[in-house]
């Protein structure tokens, strides 16, 4: 078995920083499998005022240089940046049948050299002889190829070549859930960026059009989300694309980090092990939060309105915190998706629940995720109103009458 070691430069890019190189990154595998990860912050980057932690569990703003032995765990920063598991076997499977070599879905330096130079967030990672790059994903009129691509993953006795598959995102995708693993692209149109989202052929509705009124319903809840629109007749499919919230003004961004990387152990870099409540966003909110009045309500409501529309799928992934150089805050909500199955448990529990209270549970006599017994019942008939007018919502969002109807016998009040 053979050892390699792979130097790489990050770049962070935001609007309190700028573009600036934020350290150096080196990679140590043996056999194929990560067993060392290295990590030093740049001094120009130290030097900066709105200087920051990339990832407060595994590199604290010092100056002193990072040296973990690991076994495939990943520092969360990493983790995130990188396709899931699912995405890593999709893509090194291309890549072997396409290049007639091998690559392992367990090496890093495999994947950082097959994967698409676009990303979502304020990082990205290079070999020294390469730029940065922040690239806004594909071309519009290249939406119908992405689909296309996306077709052929969702179907595994079908073969994709890898330039097909680099024009899926492969990041930050399902527990394997509610839909599965599904497969989505960067989009841009007029130097907007979107995050293209397509049905499957084993969908029991029309996801992209239930989201997007399941969107609309939680900002009518008073739940932070970006806009989005379908756009239909896509290979004769619907899709749906999301305005990205970590785009922002002058080519900068948010770094983003998920709940799972900032609840991994702070040695091993093992995905929490625990079950999973609400109540530990709570806790990393009370730790990280720059606005934490606002992001406990948010928080509130994203859980009631998650039970409400019996959104099983709320997993450590689906949470996020985004910085944008003044302080980490919870990012806005994504993945607000239904599931027909009754009575499952949800990913993320609330105390010793295996569920999250209902909206009506909440009843004014006590405080709820840290906010005060009547904001939180005020919070409470904020999502009860807006999901009484589900019906609405889904016109709005083009569902037919049919899958209205599925999506109206599971919700939650």
Known sequence: ?????????????????????????????????????????????????AAFSIDPIALKLTDSAYQFSINN???????DYLPDRWGRKVITRAATISKKENFNANSVIDILSLVSKSNIGAISIDSESEKPTFDLGLEFQELINAENAAQLIDNPKLKIQLEAAKLIHLWRDGSGGVGGARPKSLIHKNNIGYLAKFNSRRDEFNYAKVELACLLMAKDAGIHI?????????????????????????????????????????????????????????????????????????????????????????????????????????????????????????????????????????????????VPKVEAKACAEQVINAVEKWTYFAELAGVSEKDSKKISAILNL
């Open 73 to 79: 765990n990943l520092p969360g920063f990493l983790d």
């Open 226 to 370: 970006n806009g989005g629109f379908i756009q239909t007749d896509v290979n004769g499919r619907d899709v749906l694309l999301l305005q990205r919230f970590d785009l922002l003004p002058n080519d900068t961004r948010l770094h983003l980090l998920t709940i799972n990387s900032m609840l991994k152990d702070p040695v091993s870099f093992i995905d929490f092990g625990n079950m999973f409540k609400y109540d530990n966003i709570l806790q990393i909110l009370k730790t990280y939060s720059s606005k934490i009045q606002d992001d406990v309500k948010q928080l509130l409501r994203l859980m009631l309105f998650n039970r409400a529309i019996n959104n099983i799928d709320d997993h450590e992934r689906n949470f996020s915190l985004s910085n944008s150089g003044n302080g980490y805050q919870l990012s806005p909500a994504y993945d607000l998706v239904p599931s027909l199955n009754r009575g499952e448990y949800h990913a993320a529990g609330f105390n010793y629940s295996n569920y999250p209270p209902k909206p009506s549970e909440i009843d004014g006599t006590k405080r709820i995720l840290g």
């Open 1 to 49: 078995m053979t050892r390699r070691s792979e130097k790489y430069t990050v770049t962070l890019n935001t609007p309190a920083t700028g573009k600036i190189n934020c350290g150096t990154l080196v990679v140590r595998e043996f056999g194929g499998n990560t067993d060392g990860v290295g990590f030093k912050y740049s001094a120009e980057y130290l030097n900066h005022p």
